[in-house]
């Protein structure tokens, strides 16, 4: 497939990251290979990542390093909120996210909300060392439906944790979720200590390539909850470092610090492999520079992710004309 982002010719997968600037995988087996209605799928096996899902070109996740992804968007979050009960998960159709909530043992349902259940079903054949058996927990609900519907129309108890854990914003399927009015929704749905936590795309490339990047989605964050936590550390799968953003209007999310979050795993019984308080005290130390553009960003609107989804959806078929090829051909 040929697109503006990135390249796949056979086992070769190439994506940019930045103008002249491309991440390139060379793969030994393809394990799956599917267009479903909503995005192209792919699963390989790499001689050091292991396997490796890859959505749209872009990878989503290795073997040997999803757990820096995963816990890092997990665990500050439930280890802030004193007592996490109900959990939505955005996107995450991976169950990465999902197998790191349920090892709280105070969680009563969680609900993981995916629009593609193609997605799902693929992960959990071929990718089930990710999952681990989580989708089988009586406490998961799966929901397949657009992640912002669920939450406009969610009219049970409020949620105490709220994890975006979203595709990249090139379709109002994701870049939807990044507006101001979405966080509103968000926060409308959280309980009055609940806490969000939303992957946030990369500090150094996504401004490069997205319109919604992550120094306007911190924008937006900070211009509608209380308290804001921002977050980086480096994905080597992904060729980059990436942003995270934890917020509430509760107070819990201040104290958090990497003595707490030691002593809260310990007391919790909640085992990790990457994420610790230490960790959280590196990844939090945001640099000045990046602290300084995001306070000159200005929050995303629903009608500045329309226009951009638009406007790159008419570059692309001009490409696709300019190039000679179909849209859904690969």
Sequence with gaps: MLSQD??????????????NYIHAYSFTKAICIERT?????EVYEHPVFGKMLILDGKP??????????H???????????????????????????????LKYDSVDEVYLVDIDWRVVDICRRYLEEVSQGAFDDPRVKLVYMDAYRFIEEWNGEPFDIIIMDLTDPVSLISAGLYTY?????????????????????SPTFSKYIFQVHFYNIAATIGSVFNHTVLARDYIPCFGSD???AYASNGEYLKRLNGESIDAELKERGVSTRYFTGQVFEAITRIPKVIVEEVARSKPVYVKDAEKYIEERAKKLRELRCLLGIE???F
């Design 60 to 69: 989503q996740l290795s073997i040997l390093d999803e757990q820096i992804y």
């Design 6 to 19: 990135f390249l796949v010719l056979g086992r070769i997968s190439i994506e940019q990251l930045a103008p």
């Design 181 to 201: 009015e979405s966080f509103e929704t968000i926060s409308s749905k959280l309980s009055r200590v609940g806490i969000v936590s939303v992957q946030s795309e």
């Design 71 to 101: 816990e890092v968007l997990t665990h500050p979050a439930m280890l802030a909120h004193p007592d996490p009960r109900r959990i939505a998960i955005l996107g995450g159709g991976d169950g990465g996210i999902l197998r790191e909530v």
């Design 242 to 244: 990436w942003g995270f």
């Design 327 to 329: 849209a859904q051909r």
């Design 37 to 41: 209605k909503y995005q192209f799928v």
